[in-house]
């Protein structure tokens, strides 16, 4: 029986198979046609992306899910089936798989069903909707059933989230909608503001990545003059760039501590003496985890894969029937 935890992430989707792994990793994004009386999917992931700014009239795109919640259900459940249909074509091998799909926690009821009769309507009958910060605590090789309080960061595109739980349950939960695209913004301002150069989002997003990877105090980067209009190249310093996406630590810092006002003491105790984990894309931007460690003073481990342990993790939760019991909500 094929097994999948799957990721639908504001930024990313990551499905991940119990014998293959990861199976899918691209941008939560579509194309969709207008219709009536449905609407027909044009492209899904990196191939809708690809074709971005660049979509012929009548068709949208569309990212079925916006600052880590759902916008708009039918969107979801268009994208969700589409998914489905990419990683398991044959409806009889969909039929005989299990899933769980990481939830936000903040996610209602009703968009938890709702991800789940998408699921159901593509031939899937065995799902359940898993909060995404247990199945990154479970990518990350943390046991959530444990006696002990624990704490995780998870940076995406769209929210920084700060989760705790204990023995089978959330402790407490505090989301930002300042994360990984806010510091995107923030370095294409800078270069607009500071260097007078104009660059899409793409680049800037390019030049984010680079300036966290980068070997060299420095980088150059290719826009157009914001005077004539001419492309340009600007060399920009790392420490500037680390500088600009400050304000959005900041505000990261603000929610995790808000997070551990509402633990009970002993929760707190836990937490101090194990650190806390970090995941998701925007925690790899330079020196993230240090900035953590320096205003808590705890331990901070960034996840070995931040991008994919949540789907890791939602399909290692399915060979645990206590832990879904605990935290996962079944179909039907
Ligand atoms: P989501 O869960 O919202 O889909 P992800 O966990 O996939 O988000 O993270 C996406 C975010 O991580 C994007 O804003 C992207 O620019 C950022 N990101 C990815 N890799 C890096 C990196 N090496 N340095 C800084 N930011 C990164
Ligand atoms: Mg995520």
Same mark, same amino acid.
Request: proline share 6%.
């Given at each position: 029986?094929?097994?999948?935890?799957?990721?639908?992430? +504001?930024?990313? +989707?990551?499905?991940?198979?119990?014998?293959?792994?990861? =199976?899918?990793?691209? #941008?939560? =994004?579509?194309?969709?046609?207008?219709?009536?009386?449905?609407?027909?999917? @044009?492209? =899904?992931?990196?191939?809708?992306?690809?074709?971005?700014?660049? &979509?012929?009239? *009548?068709?949208?795109? @569309?990212?079925?899910?916006?600052?880590?919640?759902? +916008?708009?259900?039918?969107?979801?459940?268009?994208?969700?089936?589409?998914?489905?249909?990419?990683?398991?074509?044959?409806?009889?091998?969909? !039929?005989?798989?299990?899933?769980?799909?990481? @939830?936000?926690?903040?996610?209602?009821?009703?968009?938890?069903?709702?991800?789940?009769?998408?699921?159901?309507?593509?031939?899937?009958?065995?799902?359940?909707? $898993?909060?995404?910060?247990?199945?990154?605590?479970?990518?990350?090789?943390?046991?959530?059933?444990?006696?002990?309080?624990?704490?995780?960061?998870?940076?995406?595109?769209?929210?920084?989230?700060?989760? &705790?739980?204990?023995?089978?349950?959330?402790? !407490?939960?505090? &989301?930002?909608?300042?994360?990984?695209?806010?510091? +995107?913004?923030?370095?294409?301002?800078?270069?607009?503001?500071?260097?007078?150069?104009?660059?899409?989002? $793409?680049?800037?997003?390019?030049?984010?990545?680079?300036? /966290?990877?980068?070997?060299? #105090? /420095?980088?150059?980067?290719?826009?157009?003059? !914001?005077?004539?209009?001419?492309?340009?190249?600007?060399?920009?310093?790392?420490?500037? $760039?680390?500088?600009?996406?400050?304000?959005?630590?900041?505000?990261?810092?603000?929610?995790?501590?808000?997070?551990?006002?509402?633990?009970?003491?002993?929760?707190?105790?836990?937490?101090?003496?194990?650190?806390? !984990?970090?995941?998701?894309?925007? /925690?790899?931007?330079?020196?993230?985890?240090?900035?953590?460690?320096?205003?808590?003073?705890?331990?901070?481990?960034?996840?070995?894969?931040?991008?994919?342990?949540?789907?890791?993790?939602?399909?290692?939760?399915?060979?645990?029937?206590?832990?879904?019991? &605990?935290?996962?909500?079944?179909? *039907?």
């Amino acid at each position: 029986m094929q097994e999948f935890g799957i990721d639908l992430g +504001t930024a990313n +989707t990551v499905v991940c198979d119990s014998t293959e792994g990861v =199976v899918l990793d691209e #941008p939560s =994004v579509m194309l969709t046609r207008a219709g009536f009386p449905r609407r027909g999917v @044009v492209a =899904v992931g990196r191939e809708a992306c690809e074709l971005l700014g660049r &979509s012929p009239a *009548g068709v949208y795109p @569309v990212r079925p899910l916006q600052d880590g919640v759902i +916008t708009d259900l039918e969107s979801a459940r268009l994208y969700l089936r589409s998914v489905l249909h990419r990683i398991a074509p044959n409806p009889w091998g969909r !039929a005989r798989m299990r899933a769980a799909i990481g @939830v936000p926690v903040g996610a209602t009821t009703l968009e938890r069903r709702a991800l789940l009769e998408a699921a159901d309507e593509a031939g899937i009958h065995r799902a359940c909707a $898993l909060p995404e910060p247990i199945a990154g605590a479970i990518g990350c090789g943390i046991d959530p059933l444990e006696r002990r309080a624990h704490l995780v960061v998870d940076v995406g595109g769209g929210t920084a989230e700060a989760t &705790s739980f204990c023995y089978g349950g959330i402790l !407490a939960h505090r &989301s930002c909608r300042v994360a990984g695209d806010e510091m +995107t913004l923030a370095v294409t301002h800078h270069l607009r503001e500071q260097h007078q150069i104009l660059i899409g989002e $793409l680049t800037a997003e390019q030049v984010k990545i680079q300036a /966290s990877t980068a070997d060299g #105090p /420095s980088l150059v980067v290719q826009g157009r003059d !914001a005077g004539t209009g001419r492309p340009r190249l600007a060399t920009l310093e790392v420490n500037e $760039l680390n500088e600009v996406v400050r304000p959005v630590i900041d505000g990261i810092i603000q929610t995790l501590a808000a997070c551990l006002d509402e633990l009970p003491p002993q929760a707190t105790c836990d937490i101090l003496a194990d650190g806390v !984990a970090l995941f998701g894309g925007g /925690s790899l931007i330079c020196r993230f985890g240090d900035s953590l460690e320096r205003a808590f003073g705890f331990p901070v481990k960034l996840a070995e894969r931040p991008l994919t342990c949540v789907a890791e993790g939602a399909t290692l939760s399915l060979h645990n029937p206590d832990l879904l019991h &605990s935290y996962a909500s079944p179909s *039907g």
